[in-house]
T-cell receptor
């Protein structure tokens, strides 16, 4: 069985400050992990993915995430938030060898001027 | 290259009425998914197709939901009859093959049942 827990339903930051969105997972097999972003009235867009290569993964728009097997975590970070980053973010886990994704509940990122 | 196309974007129907959603995946993508996203939650898988075969439909409420993927390309998801609790966004996604590390999502169909 696999599951994803996004530890915060909402994260609020000021523009220019760092962003941390937390994600913990459980998976019976070596997982692939993803972060997707969903802007209002738009489709889900892949930010980055981990598929058993480098544990520090760089994605689009300055985001990155680090896979920590010992902590079963895959937290998403960005050094400096931009107003355009305000959106819903989803952490996704898929067991190794197949892409049958399970989504977390989502974290709403709010960016203040 | 066109992405995953879904229609309609919005649909409002009365309860007990039927409704259908259509999805055109990215050309050449063999795997197609239908997800349901309730308000404030993450998407949940309803059904997954490999070409025209439904290989994972354990989460599909089969008493009222049905899906098909004729010729392994376009897909239709149907609800008959709709209930108030079916109000949600229905998302379609596709990937090149099972085991591909990325699925591409359409913009979804927002269903409101009144």
């Amino acid at each position: 069985a696999q599951s994803v827990t996004q530890l915060d339903s909402h994260v609020s930051v000021s523009e220019g400050t760092p962003v941390l969105l937390r994600c913990n997972y459980s998976s019976s097999y070596s997982p692939s992990l993803f972060w997707y972003v969903q802007h209002p009235n738009k489709g889900l867009q892949l930010l980055l993915k981990y598929t058993s290569a480098a544990t520090l993964v760089k994605g689009i728009n300055g985001f990155e995430a680090e896979f920590k097997k010992s902590e079963t975590s895959f937290h998403l970070t960005k050094p400096s938030a931009h107003m355009s980053d305000a959106a819903e973010y989803f952490c996704v886990v898929a067991p190794g060898g197949s892409y049958i994704p399970t989504f977390g509940r989502g974290t709403s990122l709010i960016v203040h001027p | 290259e066109a992405g995953v196309v879904q229609s309609p974007r919005y649909k409002i129907i009365e309860k007990k009425q039927p409704v259908a959603f259509w999805c055109n995946p990215i050309s050449g993508h063999n795997t197609l998914y239908w997800y349901r996203q309730n308000l404030g939650q993450g998407p949940e898988l309803l059904i997954r197709y490999e070409n025209e075969e439904a290989v994972d439909d354990s989460q599909l409420p089969k008493d009222r939901f049905s899906a098909e993927r004729l010729k392994g390309v376009d897909s239709t998801l149907k609800i008959q009859p709709a209930e108030l609790g079916d109000s949600a966004v229905y998302l379609c996604a596709s990937s090149l093959i099972l085991g591909s590390t990325e699925a591409f999502f359409g913009q979804g169909t927002r269903l409101t049942v009144v």
